[in-house]
């Protein structure tokens, strides 16, 4: 049973910086294509950041040069570190395979206050 539990979400100051965990369980997360996901209030949720079984990272525009993914294979943990943030970054984060393919956890709050 794969298990993927988000934390680290919290309120922020814009231009702040807030570091998101994902603990996994049930997926050895190197073998996989893994990402955070994002869910602003009335909007669809979006991929924002993904790192590739190789260690490639790709970004949504809307969070490039600002947001870092990353994993500790060891702690088998996804991070996403992100700085500089805009209210507009305002969303529930969810860890997940980078195409949604597991269930959905209860993700992280982050709230960007102006």
């Known amino acids: 049973q794969v298990q993927l539990v988000e934390s680290g979400g919290g309120l922020v100051q814009a231009g702040g910086s807030l570091r998101l965990s994902c603990a996994a369980s049930g997926i050895i997360i190197s073998a996989k294509d893994m990402g955070w996901h994002r869910q602003a209030p009335g909007k669809q949720r979006e991929l924002v950041a993904r790192?590739?079984?190789?260690?490639?990272?790709i970004y949504a525009n809307s969070v490039r040069s600002r947001f870092i993914i990353s994993r500790d294979s060891a702690k088998n943990t996804v991070y996403l570190q992100m700085n500089s943030l805009k209210p507009e970054d305002t969303a529930v984060y969810y860890c997940?395979?980078?195409?949604?393919?597991?269930?959905w956890g209860q993700g992280t709050q982050v709230t960007v206050s102006s």
């Open positions: 997940n395979d980078y195409l949604g393919g597991y269930g």
């Open positions: 790192i590739t079984r190789s260690g490639t990272t």
